[in-house]
C-alpha cells in the first residue's frame, strides 16, 4: 500500500567536503546521490552513495559524511518526526536504490512514495567515512595495515585495492594525509606547539612532522602558522 505524504518544504541539493564532518539532528533526513560519491556511516553502518544511492537517516542517529569527489551532488530532504506516515519509513537506517534518472526526476512526494518498494543499496564495500572517522578520532595510534584492514572490516588485501579505487593512494599515503591535513587544521585554530601538533597526530617528533609538511605545503609548518 502507498503512504501518504503531506506537502512539505522541498529538497535542496548540497555538496559534501573531502573532510569527515559529523551531525546529529531533531529531524529525519534523507540524502540521496545525484553525482559523484559522498560515504555515510549512520551509528556504525554505511554506504556509499553513489548516483541513485538513497540513505534513511532517522532523527537523532548521530551520522558521518565525507565527500570523494569534488563534484559531488546531493539531494537532501529534512522531514518532521511525528507523521505516522514519516516515522514508519524512518523506523530504521536504511540504504536503498534507485536508478539516477528516478533520484534526479522524481518530486519530493513521488520520491517518499517510491521508497517503500525500492531494494536495498549495495555500495562500496570500503566506508571512507567510517575509516577517516577512526583514524581522525585517533591519529597518533600505530595504524598498521592489519589495524586498518581491521578497522574497514576488509582483508589487507582487500583494503589496498578499495582504498587505492576510492582516493588513488595506497594506505600509507592516504593515512599520512589524514595525518597533515589534522596538523593542519589544528596550526591554523589552536596555540599548541609545533611539537605538540606533531605526537598528536602520529608522528615522531617535530623534525619528521615538518620534513612531511613541507613536502606536502611547500612550506615550514612555522611559515604555515605565520600566514596572514
Not at 104 to 109: K, Q
Request: with cysteine; hydrophobic share 40%.
Amino acid at each position: 500500500m502507498t503512504r501518504e505524504f503531506r506537502p512539505r518544504p522541498g529538497s535542496v541539493e548540497r555538496r559534501y567536503p573531502p573532510d569527515c564532518l559529523s551531525d546529529t539532528h531533531d529531524h529525519h533526513q534523507l540524502l540521496v546521490g545525484l553525482d559523484g560519491r559522498v560515504d555515510v556511516e549512520v551509528e556504525g553502518r554505511g554506504g556509499a552513495m553513489a548516483p541513485g544511492g538513497v540513505c534513511l537517516i532517522p532523527a537523532a542517529a548521530t551520522h558521518h559524511y565525507l565527500g570523494l569527489d569534488l563534484d559531488n551532488r546531493c539531494r537532501v530532504l529534512d522531514l518532521p518526526v511525528g507523521e505516522d506516515a514519516v516515522d514508519a519509513l524512518f523506523a530504521r537506517i536504511r540504504f536503498l536504490r534507485l536508478s539516477p534518472e528516478e533520484a534526479r526526476g522524481l518530486g519530493d512526494e513521488a520520491l517518499l512514495a517510491r521508497l517503500g518498494g525500492a531494494p536495498p543499496w549495495w555500495g562500496a564495500r570500503l566506508n571512507m567515512a567510517r575509516l577517516t572517522r577512526l583514524v581522525q578520532d585517533d591519529p597518533a595510534a600505530p595504524w598498521s595495515l592489519a589495524r586498518l584492514a581491521e578497522a574497514a572490516r576488509l582483508s589487507e588485501r582487500q583494503l589496498r585495492r578499495s582504498l587505492f579505487d576510492a582516493t588513488g593512494q595506497p594506505p600509507w599515503r592516504w593515512l599520512q594525509a589524514q595525518r597533515l591535513s589534522l596538523a593542519e587544521r589544528l596550526l591554523a585554530s589552536g596555540d599548541a606547539s609545533i611539537t605538540e601538533i606533531a605526537l598528536a597526530c602520529g608522528f615522531a617528533d617535530g623534525a619528521q612532522f615538518s620534513r612531511h609538511f613541507r613536502r606536502w605545503r611547500g612550506m615550514t609548518p612555522s611559515d604555515f602558522r605565520r600566514r596572514p
